[in-house]
T-cell receptor, first 116, second 114 residues
Framework: DVKVTQSSRYLVKRTGEKVFLECVQDMDHENMFWYRQDPGLGLRLIYFSYDVKMKEKGDIPEGYSVSREKKERFSLILESASTNQTSMYLC???????????????FGPGTRLTVT | AQSVTQPDIHITVSEGASLELRCNYSYGATPYLFWYVQSPGQGLQLLLKYFSGDTLVQGIKGFEAEFKRSQSSFNLRKPSVHWSDAAEYFCAVGAREYGNKLVFGAGTILRVKS
């Protein structure tokens, strides 16, 4: 089974702090994703990465950055946390696209971040 | 732009009753379609997926979905709901032309009453 783990289930940070959310997958997947989930809005893509050191902006990248130094690890960084970044953050991974059975994303359990 | 609509924010059904959750999409390409389920405090788990072929797709936990191209829909069904099905359900759409990204609907929260 694919396993995607996230470093924290719950996190409380203060406004202005730098926040790191870590995600690790164990299936040698090329693609990794960071989403935020808010009630009534579903999942919105923040950033994704299709290879080590490669990244692309998603739909809502403002206020976030990412790092992918190793294939299995994808980090989301909040440079200066703000209260409007209080949310559930979900990481996902996916194998190589373009083949039958691809495009399926596997999700971690999520990190509920509260910024006070 | 690509979009996915789940018209029902909340649905309540009685245990043992049938269920249908609606999903409509707007896509400029042949879509790949998914249904995910999220139990409280958990990540998303894949229920089923459609890539091609038979438009009626069977998934886990007794769920099925039917792709109707003419209606741009991919509705999720279950003939008899169990209390453990109470969760939030997300429809998602992707396409080869749009690379590796999925677009998710806003979700439908299912409540099951005994």
């Amino acid at each position: 089974d694919v396993k995607v783990t996230q470093s924290s289930r719950y996190l409380v940070k203060r406004t202005g702090e730098k926040v790191f959310l870590e995600c690790v997958q164990d299936m040698d997947h090329e693609n990794m994703f960071w989403y935020r989930q808010d009630p009534g809005l579903g999942l919105r893509l923040i950033y994704f990465s299709y290879d080590v050191k490669m990244k692309e902006k998603g739909d809502i990248p403002e206020g976030y950055s990412v790092s992918r130094e190793k294939k299995e690890r994808f980090s989301l960084i909040l440079e200066s946390a703000s209260t409007n970044q209080t949310s559930m953050y979900l990481c996902a991974s996916m194998g190589t696209s373009g083949t039958s059975g691809s495009y399926e994303q596997y999700f971690g359990p999520g990190t509920r971040l509260t910024v006070t | 732009a690509q979009s996915v609509t789940q018209p029902d924010i909340h649905i309540t059904v009685s245990e043992g009753a049938s269920l249908e959750l609606r999903c409509n999409y707007s896509y400029g390409a042949t879509p790949y379609l998914f249904w995910y389920v999220q139990s409280p405090g958990q990540g998303l788990q894949l229920l089923l997926k459609y890539f091609s072929g038979d438009t009626l797709v069977q998934g886990i936990k007794g769920f099925e979905a039917e792709f109707k191209r003419s209606q741009s829909s991919f509705n999720l069904r279950k003939p008899s709901v169990h209390w453990s099905d109470a969760a939030e359900y997300f429809c998602a759409v992707g396409a080869r032309e749009y690379g590796n990204k999925l677009v998710f609907g806003a979700g439908t929260i299912l409540r099951v009453k005994s």
